[in-house]
């Protein structure tokens, strides 16, 4: 009932007695992690998210914006990351900021990528400045078909084919079911994701399957469709005792006034531009770190 | 019920049967000129406005992005302008950019002045380069209180106090009921206007009141506040037949719907950075164009 | 001695007597356009560029940032473009904007494909929007190594793979030698282009010979090294008549200042903003006409 | 001869043998602070700079841009501003960042106040969230008189009227004579300063004595004019042995050089952009600390 998330937990919630799917809920101090695998294509299907499995990192604490919790969402974004990879200095990975830098809640990846420890180039052309071996880092933001004509996949493809790595990090923003989310939440997941999602076929889906090599994607939750919170609270009023209400007739409502609200209508904070900087830092930060553990900090003043 | 619309117009079809209010509809075209006058103290409070002349230009074409629809609207918005203040060489403006520039929906009144042709420094440090007599134009954008930690109206009362302009012109984004009107409407009024509005106490007004000269308002609906959506979805369910419903409920429902929705929520375009730019140039084109008539484009140049 | 630019028509003023060039001047109005034919292998050493055509379009009146000279200036672009190239409705067009788009004056290139009129999306996935058939536009900002790890030529290539271009367009900022070039002059060759140029290995080049299809460089001066002009000052003075000095001296000296002046040390206008703004619309005004000719403002109004 | 400086400590190189002048300077690692007291008014005409007491703060390893150095220069910085002010909870602070945001080395002013803690709306409107009581800090970003039309004295005085500040603090960048400085070096000054100096009216100064409290400015140079390096170039050669050399004929080769290149010319590193956030951060975190001292973190978490 016009309802749209991309994240796992929310679509679990929705479909709470679903078969073929594995959970689990972790708490740390007032982060809660939840683990989510889909394990077969029949609940893949019902779900709309692929096979794999999918991580949320819940942090409600993250709207203080104190250092402290920024710090702790970070070290806890590095291990989940490491254990679903692992890094060392024979590592090669890409990273691949997607979305439009000019749209700002869309612009996540390309902000991630410009805070990432790079180190292809010093690797390959001045070796002698490394005091230790480290992975060989780089990072694209290949713009958006809208932008650019040209399909995310073609130019990672190419880059995937003359870097050759190991592993792909895609970043993304998201659209969740609650705006509470938008501040707050760091899904994980190793199932690939398709740039311009909904549009799902297979060509432009970034994966293990179509790159290769092993692909994790991360994504913050950064809008909710005006639809999703009208859908949402019409929902909300049917399910309600003392409402007497025509399921029929309620559809119909939503859906005309969906209609009105164009599907561009996104609702996002005020303060999205910090939202956006703020978890552009997290993201690299954990990626940073889950790639170059003690050797970050040294990295970081060498390559700044 | 949770409402919310800076918009005399939209106030009105929520008030139409409110007495004290003059109200008046021009078609040029596909441009609809709504004329509202509100006449007293009680449809003021009513309608929650200050008396005096609200002007909505609805362009709803200029979601097209056409050129011509551009500058037909930037055309009407001077002749409008020039019909609540008249302009000559002798004339001295000062131009108010209200809002945070670093917040998107928000900047439209930094972004706007920018565009402004500038010429108090001309006439006074070098006014010889100027071929023909033109008005003394001064512009400021004060900052939000939340950034600078002073009150948008004694950054602006000293620059009154030393400029002692003839006529002051303030632009603010606006919040509207209705997110179509995002990037097709403008409002222009004589009544003045409260920044960060809502807290209403009469000493952070601009208005001919505190500023001792007119005042004139240009705004444009940029964003609407999630709860505006969730209370219009809810009142149109409610005022459905076959629909039974105790209104009492309905009201707590929205009530607890809106809270979980934070104040901050506003539902924008994904494009809002474009439809920012593209009304920043209107209202500037409109403005450069009431003051400066047909030495515009010369001044363009010689600022240039 | 210390003197770096990228403009062959500079180059060329440095050595006048140079065999196998060939050099013609044209005249229209106050812009000069001069075409420089580099035959052979060995002025192509001696010049420190490839062989191939060069047009140097200079327009001091650009400095004015009149209209009227920025439409003349793009229209003479797109014309001599239409000269080196044929574009019809077959044609399949990538344009790659090289460059920083973090650091001012090394944005030009991505500045000017934002502003391309891209249509092959539109013509792959939608092509019933077009009225008119037109070229098939895509366009890319690869960043630089030194941001992204990748080397330029692995990004493009990789898109040029799946693109396949009939034609490739590069625009790039360019080092000249005097800094009153800064504002006024574009560069056209059809020799291709060394991203980060000076490293000038063969594997790095964008050109015919490395993408197997025609690359036009489109380019613009926008810096000229601190080191330049230390030296041409100190060369003025070597060649005054009434200055007697030992050359040698005067050499050390050079090497001594310039040592001083770091060589990442630029000299740029301090209105180097607005400058890119300009010429990034010019750029991309005289592409989108070369390529799209009358279809142009159609294009622009559908795109947008 | 053409160079052109701001900082006192090269001025006074340039007249090592001018009386009135009191110099002292103290060693802290690597890092090295000149006191300089200009005691009357001859050596302040002399060297062109008000009479009044400059503190040069010269970190030529900021350019490694390690998080030490940061660190260290802003703990100095807020100790030697802490020596010329005393700040306390009774004390209003207003920061006054001079500059033209959209000309990147000019943004220095604005850059930093958006990253000082501002304190005076929260002080007046909800004292109750602050647990320790503190200074009350507000800022303003006045623009330039060529983009506002309104002088900025005129914009701050009316700030201070209302303010009524214990103390004024203003940030602008300057010019220096060295390209090196460019990432090295920090001023402060009790002297005032003259937004758009060399214009040099009273009447525009902001200091002391045209606003009635005391006035520290913070500058740090981002720029060195081109014609500065063009005349210590051939300054150079000048003194050189070996070089025979007509001083009045080198006087007018410098002229017609400096001539060439327009007096807007200026040399900034390519890495501007980087370069004024790190010092904007450095300035706005030793204003914080010594306005704030032990309160600064808590702040910091609270105000974000």
Same mark, same amino acid.
């Given at each position: 009932m016009h309802i749209y998330t991309d994240l796992a937990a929310e679509l679990r919630e929705l479909n709470p007695d679903e078969k073929g799917i594995e959970e689990q809920t972790e708490k740390k101090g007032n982060i809660e992690i939840k683990r989510i695998r889909i394990l077969n294509d029949i609940a893949a299907r019902r779900l709309g998210k692929k096979k794999g499995c999918y991580i949320t990192i819940d942090a409600p $604490?993250? $709207? /203080? *914006? #104190?250092p402290e919790v920024f710090s702790e969402v970070t070290d806890l974004l590095a291990k989940e990351l490491g254990r679903m990879l692992s890094f060392d200095e024979n590592s090669t990975v890409l990273i691949v900021g997607l979305g439009n830098r000019g749209v700002t809640p869309d612009s996540l990846g390309p902000q991630t990528v410009s805070e990432i420890h790079i180190t292809r180039h010093i690797k390959k052309f001045m070796p002698e400045v490394l005091e230790t071996p480290v992975a060989s880092v780089c990072a694209i933001a290949p713009g958006v078909l809208g932008i650019t004509g040209v399909e995310t996949m073609d130019v990672v493809n190419g880059v995937v084919e003359s870097v050759k790595p190991t592993a792909v990090i895609v970043i993304d923003a998201l659209a969740s079911r609650r705006a509470a989310r938008i501040s707050s939440t760091v899904q994980l997941s190793d199932a690939g994701i398709s740039p &311009? #999602? &909904?549009? &799902?076929?297979? *060509? /432009?889906e970034l994966s293990k399957e179509s790159l290769g090599v092993p692909v994790i994607a991360i994504g913050v939750p950064l809008v909710v469709y005006a639809s999703t919170i009208i859908g949402d609270a019409i929902g909300m009023i049917a399910g309600e005792p003392g409402i007497d209400c025509d399921e029929a007739k309620l559809r119909n409502l939503t859906e005309s006034l969906v209609k009105k609200q164009s599907g561009d209508m996104i609702v996002t904070p005020k303060d999205i531009d910090t939202i956006v900087k703020d978890m552009a830092s997290i993201i690299s930060g954990g990626i940073n770190l889950a790639i170059f553990g003690d050797n970050t900090e040294s990295l970081a003043a060498l390559l700044s």
């Open positions: $604490e993250l $709207e /203080s *914006r #104190s &311009g #999602s &909904g549009v &799902g076929n297979t *060509r /432009s």
